[in-house]
């Protein structure tokens, strides 16, 4: 053992010296001028086909005893699918430009007094009430507020936002996607594995 220490020390003392050994090169870094970087757009190309985020980073959906959290990125995460795992997937296209730019409408415009509407009570083909929103929505906005976008309670979902038709139109939207993360990786329900 007493050999092997002797020889990494040798060595490393060798490696030393050498890179030690010879004349010294200076290498003179110029800065590159700005007008040579590519511009933004260049870097981070905008999609026509495609609804960005505006004033918010994250949507945390309380449902199902999980908390599913969607991200900018038109990904979302589970802590609890219908398998009773944490599940992870991206939100079609179509239905995130929905999604989002229903949210960029919820959050550039005044809240108004609480609205509450039924909470829904459909059952699906096995004679399970559907999943849906039966906890709370919050959406993190880029000032690090968060914003609590509805609120279930006594039966019914709560909003502050003035438009109802919008209010409706996002809670099915935010439903559709709990039900989407509840199959994320265990596609035949509740049991399976």
């Given amino acids: 053992m007493k050999h092997y220490i002797n020889t990494i020390l040798i060595t490393f003392t060798f490696l030393n010296l050498l890179t030690s050994c010879g004349p010294k090169s200076t290498i003179n870094f110029q ?19 495609v609804v960005y985020a505006k004033n ?21 995460s589970t802590t609890r699918n219908a398998c009773g795992r944490d599940a992870y997937g991206a939100i079609p296209l179509q239905a995130w430009n929905k999604l989002a730019q229903s949210i960029n409408q919820a ?8 609205y509450c509407m039924p909470e829904a009570q459909e059952l699906d083909s096995q004679g399970y009430y559907k999943k849906h929103v039966d906890g709370s929505v919050e959406i993190k906005l880029d000032d690090k507020k968060t914003l609590v976008l509805f609120l279930v309670r006594d039966g019914q979902i709560c909003t502050h936002l003035k438009d109802h038709a919008l209010a409706e139109t996002l809670h099915q939207g935010l439903n559709n996607q709990v039900a989407q993360a509840d199959r994320e990786e265990c596609p035949n ?3 399976s594995n």
């Fill in 189 to 191: 329900g509740w049991g």
């Fill in 107 to 114: 959050v550039s415009t005044p809240l108004g007094e609480e």
């Fill in 56 to 76: 918010w980073s994250e949507i945390i959906i309380h449902a199902n005893f999980a908390k599913t959290t969607i991200t900018i990125g038109a990904h979302f």
């Fill in 31 to 49: 800065p590159v001028p700005l007008e040579n970087f590519p511009s933004e757009e260049e870097l981070m190309p905008y999609s026509s086909q």
